[in-house]
Each structure stands twice: as structure tokens, then as C-alpha cells.
């Protein structure tokens, strides 16, 4: 039986979505959770590999509202007992992750490679005072930004375009040829929200586009300077890397 979760979580303490060796991540909290809950119903085939499939793998820091993962137990029940049970496990683990929601799908049914699109927020709260409520949760940026800058200078990054020079370094993605379909930028009062969608996305490269365009709203850069920066092709013309306490995975579909 395949079961699809919706799976919120913390970044602040975590080293990402992916397992890793040496600390906590997001994806091996669920496994543990799901082998104190469910061990004898673990498939043999999958018991020394990756239990939990995810459909993208979160950094560092960055938070998930609606992340979605699969798994397969030799098991059937209840949607709802699945979340239970999970959440129960997770509390024990004292982990900062949290099942939302439980379904059961097709064994055809993938997390990372169904997936049609995902959806990110980025936060940055523009005000001249700390906020200690929102401490490892948004970018604090205390110099005043133009948003309506700001709007105008991201538009040239709508579509398909070679978006090298707002990529990673470490980027593993085969190609730098990504299509962007949206990238909304809303105020909310002392809130600046970046609401960005696509198939899918280049290492850092929302967390990129937000501290370009974060220069943009405070005068270092001019708005024709995104587009020029765009097709240099060159990572060193971008701005800085927007730290990862304000990136939110807020959706994927399907």
C-alpha cells in the first residue's frame, strides 16, 4: 500500500529535507518514525534503503508548509490512524515535523517525479526593529525597500531563460534552462512576500532571485541591471544569496 503525506515542518534546526549522517533532517525523522510505528510492515526490498520519497529536497534552514512525500507499508489503514500514529512517533522524537495530512494512492504515484510543479514563499520582514516572534523564520532587512522596484525589475525573469547566473555552484541539475511561471511580489504591511512557482528549480535559485532583486529595492542594483545579469550567464553578477529562514515549500501539485 502507497501512502502520499502532507508534512509541515522547522527548518531552523534541521540540515535540510535529505537524511544526512551527521544531523537531524526532516526526511529522517519521518523514517524513524515510521519504523517505531510500522517496522514489521516494511517491505524487505526497501528496509536498507530510502523509506520516505520526497518531492524536493528542502536546504538548510528552509521551512515546509506543504511538503509531500510517499512511502509503502505492507499495511492498510486508516488515513487518519496513519497520521495519528506518525505524529505520535514524531512528538516522542521531540522532531519539528508534523504530518498534516494522509492519503492513499496508486503504486504509480511518486512524490519527486509526479510532481507538475512546486510553489515557494519567501519572506522578508522590512522594518527598522527586530522581530524576536519572528526569529529564524523571515529576512530581516532594516532598510527601507521599493517594492514597486522591485516588481518591475523580476518580470524580466518570467519564462524560460538560462538562468546560470542564479544558480548554486554545487548545482547537480544537468541543465540551467528552467521556465519560471510565477514570481508575485505581494506587501503585506511590514511583510514583503515573494511568491515564486515552476516546474522545478536550480540550487538556491529562489533564495538567488531574492537577494537580487532585495538589491534591487535598496538602490545597489538598477532595474535593467536584472536583466543584464540574467544573460551574462555568470553567478558573479547576481546579488547575494537570501538567507534560508525565509523560504517556505508551500506547495507541490500534481
Known amino acids: 500500500m502507497r501512502y502520499k503525506i502532507t508534512v509541515e515542518y522547522d527548518g531552523t534546526d534541521l540540515l535540510g529535507w535529505q ?12 523514517e524513524s518514525a515510521l519504523r517505531n510505528a510500522f517496522e514489521r510492515f516494511i517491505a524487505k ?3 536498507n534503503g530510502a523509506l520516505v520519497w520526497g518531492a524536493g529536497r528542502t536546504d538548510a534552514g528552509v521551512h515546509a508548509l506543504a511538503q509531500v512525500a510517499h512511502f509503502d507499508l505492507d499495511l492498510d489503514i486508516e488515513d487518519w490512524k496513519m497520521r495519528e500514529a506518525l505524529n505520535a512517533n514524531l512528538r516522542d522524537l521531540e522532531a519539528p515535523v508534523s504530518v498534516v495530512n494522509v492519503e492513499k494512492v496508486n503504486e504509480d504515484f511518486h512524490a519527486r517525479f509526479s510532481a507538475k510543479g512546486r510553489g515557494y514563499i519567501y519572506r522578508i520582514l522590512n522594518r527598522r526593529a527586530p522581530s524576536v516572534l519572528l526569529k529564524n523564520r523571515v529576512w530581516w ?15 524580466c525573469l518570467l519564462g524560460k531563460h ?5 544558480r548554486a555552484a554545487a548545482c547537480q ?12 511580489i505581494v506587501q503585506n504591511g511590514e511583510e514583503i512576500l515573494f511568491e515564486v512557482e515552476a516546474r522545478s528549480f536550480l540550487h538556491h535559485q529562489v533564495r538567488n532571485f531574492v537577494g ?3 538589491m534591487v529595492g535598496d538602490d545597489q542594483f538598477e ?10 550567464k555568470d553567478r558573479k553578477q547576481a546579488g547575494v544569496t537570501a538567507p534560508a529562514c525565509g523560504l517556505y515549500l508551500s506547495k507541490v501539485w500534481y
Open 19 to 30: 537524511w544526512q549522517p551527521d544531523g537531524n533532517s526532516a526526511q529522517g525523522f519521518l
Open 45 to 47: 526490498d526497501v528496509s
Open 141 to 155: 532587512v532594516p532598510v527601507p525597500l521599493d517594492v514597486e522596484k522591485m516588481r518591475q525589475a523580476s518580470k
Open 162 to 166: 538560462d538562468f546560470t547566473s542564479f
Open 173 to 184: 541539475a544537468k541543465s540551467p534552462i528552467k521556465t519560471l511561471d510565477k514570481l508575485d
Open 212 to 214: 537580487t532583486l532585495k
Open 223 to 232: 532595474i535593467d541591471d536584472v536583466q543584464r545579469i540574467l544573460e551574462a
